[in-house]
T-cell receptor
């Protein structure tokens, strides 16, 4: 079945550091890929998405590129801020099926 | 847009009591999802509805859990009787699902349930 594997957390960085959170997936066909973010005490929010190979999703300085050849959708940001501290979830969806989430990666940014 | 609305935001109850969680999805959305989140198990999909019909309830932990969606604007998740291990944050999410298209989900703020 479909599955998503994320980089183990927690991840701790200093402000203005470069961020990468790895995400790989297993799916038949061509799923849509998502990154969701969960800030403390809140529900998940869609951060960005990509619906086909080589698409790049971007939002709030975050980017992720749909790489079919490596079945990956790594999340990157060039310069993180304290306000980016949250839990990040990679997810996939195929057709009308439900979302399949990774286990989440907790990110802490220190000033 | 009001977003997905959940109530109550916090619930504290004693073991053995009935608990009812409520959700109002975003107007126009045709799919609704109930999730449970704990430190130990992460985010788990309990059940989802499409056009008010339950499609997949394989994530419902046991018969003590039940969910209904009587109309497009309201759903409930009931636990009876509740147990301490049910303590978690319960999220409701909704989406507009089409066979083609991303169909991203919009999450409510969650209900934090504590069973003592």
């Amino acid at each position: 079945g479909n599955s998503v594997t994320q980089m183990e957390g927690p991840v701790t960085l200093s402000e203005e550091a470069f961020l990468t959170i790895n995400c790989t997936y297993t799916a038949t066909g061509y799923p849509s890929l998502f990154w969701y973010v969960q800030y403390p005490g809140e529900g998940l929010q869609l951060l960005l998405k990509a619906t086909k190979a080589d698409d790049k999703g971007s939002n709030k300085g975050f980017e992720a590129t749909y790489r079919k050849e490596t079945t990956s959708f790594h999340l990157e940001k060039g310069s993180v801020q304290v306000s980016d501290s949250a839990v990040y979830f990679c997810a996939l969806k195929q057709g009308a099926q439900k979302l399949v989430f990774g286990q989440g990666t907790r990110l802490t940014i220190n000033p | 847009d009001a977003g997905v609305i959940q109530s109550p935001r916090h619930e504290v109850t004693e073991m053995g009591q009935e608990v009812t969680l409520r959700c109002k999805p975003i107007s126009g959305h045709n799919s609704l999802f109930w999730y449970r989140q704990t430190m130990m198990r992460g985010l788990e999909l309990l059940i989802y509805f499409n056009n008010n019909v339950p499609i997949d309830d394989s994530g419902m932990p046991e018969d003590r859990f039940s969910a209904k969606m009587p109309n497009a604007s309201f759903s409930t998740l009931k636990i009876q009787p509740s147990e301490p291990r049910d303590s978690a944050v319960y999220f409701c999410a909704s989406s507009l699902v089409a066979y083609r298209g991303a169909g991203e989900q919009y999450f409510g703020p969650g209900t934090r349930l504590t069973v003592t």
